[in-house]
């Protein structure tokens, strides 16, 4: 706003005013204009002075309302519109912008009835273009198309222009429809992503599920080598088991072989020690008994009583009759002669 600066001495007849670079001040006086500028600086009396301030700087104006869609649908658009004063003298003579020559505030609110045009026109612009397309198909074009609508119409639009009003920016932030619809919009999305989710879900337990079993099968598999390499082992063990035991009964076998065979030498040993002292005895007594077959029977007789001597216990006293021992002596007398002679003879 402009700066006023009253002097005590002076202030009944001359004020002095300063207003900004971004700011169009008109001073009329008698009903005539008299100044007329941006930042103007200058002394003035205020008995028979108005002055209007009319700002030259971008003004940013949001705006929040709702319209209808064709389908009867509440759709929320929520933006904001950038405007600026391009003729201030033209819209201090629509709207009053007058000052206080004392305070230098404005009497009126001009700029709150600038921004009810506009955002009274981006409204009818907004709802003109929305209540020919359904809720979908508003959703679907975006914040982008009704900025575009709201844009163009603004700058098109000739009560601005007479105003002298021109337009900077158009910028939308929302195209929204009521909550619960949003939600009930909003469901299927919701549970396609719900059934990706559950999908995922799915997939993941069934992959955890395929590798459990693939590890189960690994294990199964590990048992089962492992089995069947125990049965092997087994086999083996048995088999070395048995050979082991083939070969020591073998071993033994040969043992027997070799102790009968020892044994049945020894015997044969013995047996022919044996056939050979049988035939020495044989031999001895066929030869005693062809000598004793040559011999007179007083001989026998002789060699009958010495062998009878030798066998009989120890005799004390022999008693020989003339009777007995006579006819002994003729029989030894008597092969004792011949003997002789045929000793002789020979």
């Known amino acids: 706003m402009a700066e006023i600066r009253r002097i005590p001495i002076l202030s009944a007849f001359w004020r002095h005013l300063r207003a900004e ?38 003004r940013e104006q949001a705006f929040v309302f709702r319209v209808r869609s064709a389908d009867f649908q509440e759709i929320v658009v929520n933006g904001a519109v950038t405007w600026r004063v391009t003729e201030p ?30 955002t009274g026109l981006a409204q009818q612009l907004a709802a003109s273009f929305l209540v020919h397309a359904p809720l979908r198909e508003a959703l679907d074009s975006g914040s982008d198309g009704v900025r575009r609508v709201i844009h163009d119409g603004l700058v098109a639009d000739p009560t601005l222009g007479e105003l002298g009003i021109a337009i900077v920016a158009t910028s939308v932030a929302q195209v929204a ?40 099968e690994n294990e199964l598999q590990n048992q089962i080598e492992l089995a069947r390499r125990e049965e092997t082992l087994i086999a ?48 001895g007594e066929r030869a005693r008994m062809d000598i004793y077959r040559d011999l007179p029977p007083e001989a026998l007789l002789g060699l009958a009583a010495r ?12 008693s020989l009759s003339p009777d007995i021992l006579g006819p002994l002596v003729q029989r030894a007398l008597g092969a004792g002669a011949r003997r002789l002679e045929e000793g002789g003879a020979k």
């Not at 001073?27 to 002394?43: D, E, V």
């Not at 033209?90 to 506009?118: C, E, M, N, Q, W």
Request: proline share 5%; hydrophobic share 40%.
């Open 236 to 283: 083996q063990r048995g088999q070395n088991e048995r050979k082991r035991a083939t070969e020591a009964a073998e071993s033994r076998r040969i043992e027997a072989e070799g102790a009968a065979g020892v044994v049945r030498l020894d015997a044969e040993a013995q047996a022919e020690k044996v056939r050979l002292l049988e035939e020495a005895k044989v031999g």
């Open 89 to 118: 003298e033209l819209v201090a003579s629509r709207i009053d912008f007058s000052i206080d020559t004392v305070k230098g505030s404005y009497h009126k609110d001009p700029l709150d009835r600038v921004a009810a045009v506009v």
């Open 177 to 216: 429809p009521a909550p619960e619809v949003e939600k009930a919009l909003q469901m299927p999305t919701r549970e396609r992503i719900q059934q990706s989710a559950d999908q995922a879900t799915f997939e993941r337990r069934a992959l955890a599920v395929e590798k459990e079993r693939a590890i189960q």
């Open 307 to 318: 062998e009878l001597a030798g066998n009989l216990p120890a005799i004390e006293h022999l």
């Open 21 to 58: 670079p971004t700011a169009h001040v008109i001073l009329w006086r008698n009903g005539r204009r008299r100044a007329s500028g941006p930042g103007l600086a200058f002394w003035f009396r205020p008995l028979g002075a108005s002055i209007a301030e009319v700002p030259l700087d971008d």
